[in-house]
């Protein structure tokens, strides 16, 4: 079992900066391949960014690349996400998952293979 709770988001104006942390509890969490989603009301769920669960592999979503980075700390159990030149559109809850049917260097992008999943936070980005 794996409790994952995000923090750092807030409220930025376009063009400034965020970085979502997401803890995870458990002593298996260096196994576990993780996503950050994201959701606006009325719409689905989407990947923002994943991470294999040794950290080689990553994956942007076209609409954050250049923009946001993600990343892991093994030894903390925390996986960030550093958002840069935010703009309104990335208005959103923002969630990380984790799941544990994970091969070494694969990242796992829709939402249903994921097994674990933290509360949101709130990301707002003001023009």
Do not use: H
Request: hydrophobic share 30%; proline share 2%.
């Amino acid at each position: 079992q794996v409790q994952l709770v995000e923090s750092g988001g807030g409220l930025v104006q376009a063009g400034g900066s965020l970085r979502l942390s997401c803890a995870a509890s458990g002593r298996t969490f260096s196994t576990y391949a993780m996503g950050w989603f994201r959701q606006t009301p009325g719409k689905e769920r989407e990947i923002v960014a994943a991470i294999s669960w040794s950290g080689g592999r990553t994956y942007n979503a076209d609409s954050v690349k250049g923009r946001f980075t993600i990343s892991r700390d093994n030894a903390k159990n925390t996986v960030y996400l550093q958002m840069n030149s935010l703009k309104p559109e990335d208005t959103a809850v923002y969630y990380c998952a984790a799941t544990s049917s994970a091969s070494y260097s694969s990242t796992y992008l829709k939402p249903r293979e994921y097994d674990y999943w933290g509360q949101g936070t709130q990301v707002t980005v003001s023009s």
